[in-house]
């Protein structure tokens, strides 16, 4: 197993920046690493001369100082409006779709096959993947068209750290009733829970991470205290995500960021257990 995936129980939980943290704790590790999202919504791209992908996984492959490339998010959607999107494979504009179309139509048959083969080449250059799931995992009216989550772990073979957003309150309850709403072959995936974005003191939470525990046979691996940073976030739930050019200075400023982000998330979560995972 050489790969770890970072899924949500909602968007907007901080699943980005945390792969982000742990591309550039393991690459400090020494190992060779590479973030995947096999697929991601967003209106901000990275731009090269001959490919586009999601802005978010070039910003991960700063943190894993690994080659900014097509693999790294091999289906990007960027949302036209009226439930239109328009559709980048392998960096590459396919088509415009309606979503209805693109859900029954495409995923399960073009799409799959596009994300695992990207999965592949990755996964033979590198010693590490660390995978980004979209949205929730527990989506049931979308789960069997869902090949951002669950089913690309199974796929890639990655033990799923679960991650919930604290300050926005009903932490445990979403832990709880997502891994409920998991199809019972998929849960023997997940083998940490993470808390994302606290204030406060960790000694409050200690009762509710025991009952965790005992409800779900799954440890809290990592309390992670709100985190201010100066990285480009992405679109979905921003009013107005911060526009990004891929300057040297501002890809230095990036690093200088990120830096400080692992520090902060290494400090806070059970690296060595996550470590273990991947050996």
Do not use: H
Not at 190 to 198: C, H, P, Q, T, W
């Amino acid at each position: 197993m050489n790969s770890i995936m970072i899924q949500g129980t909602a968007s907007g939980v901080g699943k980005t920046t945390i792969v982000a943290a742990l591309c550039r704790i393991f690459s400090d590790k020494g190992y060779r690493v590479a973030p995947f999202k096999s697929q991601n919504m967003s209106n901000f791209a990275y731009t090269s001369s001959n490919f586009e992908i999601s802005r978010a996984q070039a910003i991960q492959a700063v943190a894993a100082r690994c080659k900014i490339e097509p693999d790294l998010n091999p289906i990007m959607l960027k949302p036209l409006g009226n439930y239109y999107s328009a559709i980048f494979l392998n960096g590459k504009y396919f088509k415009k779709m309606y979503a209805k179309d693109y859900y029954s139509k495409f995923v399960k048959t073009k799409g799959i096959k596009i994300a695992t083969d990207s999965l592949s080449r990755l996964k033979k250059n590198y010693d590490l993947i660390i995978l980004e799931g979209a949205g929730s995992p527990a989506e049931i009216n979308l789960q069997k068209f869902d090949i951002a989550n669950m089913k690309i772990a199974q796929k890639a073979n990655a033990s799923v750290l679960l991650v919930s957003d604290i300050d926005k309150g009903g932490s445990f309850a979403s832990l709880v009733g997502t891994m409920s709403l998991i199809e019972k072959k998929y849960q023997k995936f997940v083998k940490g829970f993470v808390l994302n974005k606290f204030r406060g003191d960790v000694d409050v939470l200690k009762p509710g991470l025991r009952k965790i525990k005992q409800i779900t046979g799954i440890p809290i691996l990592g309390t992670i205290p709100m985190i201010e940073t100066n990285l480009p976030e992405e679109d979905s739930l921003n009013v107005k995500p911060k526009e990004f050019s891929w300057s040297k200075n501002n890809i230095s400023k990036i690093d200088k960021d990120i830096d400080k982000l692992a520090i902060t998330v290494k400090n806070n979560l059970n690296i060595k257990t996550i470590e273990k995972m991947i050996k």
